[in-house]
């Protein structure tokens, strides 16, 4: 029953904290006109940061008490944010070079 409740918050945290930054985002990419079909590249940094967030925080305060739960090690949360971060910016920087 613990896992079932464990995915439900994970779907949860998911679709609305996604939901959630890509209303504070999305009006920044709409901004130039050709950034909106990499909108996508954005979502994807998105999700790689709330992965990474899952991983190193949430999954410590959930109802799941098995013995897998680990934080990504510093090189994997460094890579994954900054990769991230790197796809964020990715629509504004394509816009610019297709302009």
Known sequence: ???????????????????????????????????????????????GILFVTYRNRW?????YKGKGKKKLSQRVTRFIVFGSVLLLASP???AIINH
């Open 1 to 47: 029953m613990r896992v079932l409740l464990e995915l439900v918050r994970i779907v949860f945290l998911v679709i609305f904290g996604g939901a959630l930054v890509w209303v504070v985002l999305g009006p920044f990419y709409d901004v130039h006109p050709t950034s909106g079909e990499y909108q996508w590249l954005g979502a994807v940094g998105v999700y």
């Open 59 to 63: 999954q410590f305060s959930g109802w």
């Open 92 to 94: 504004w920087v394509i």
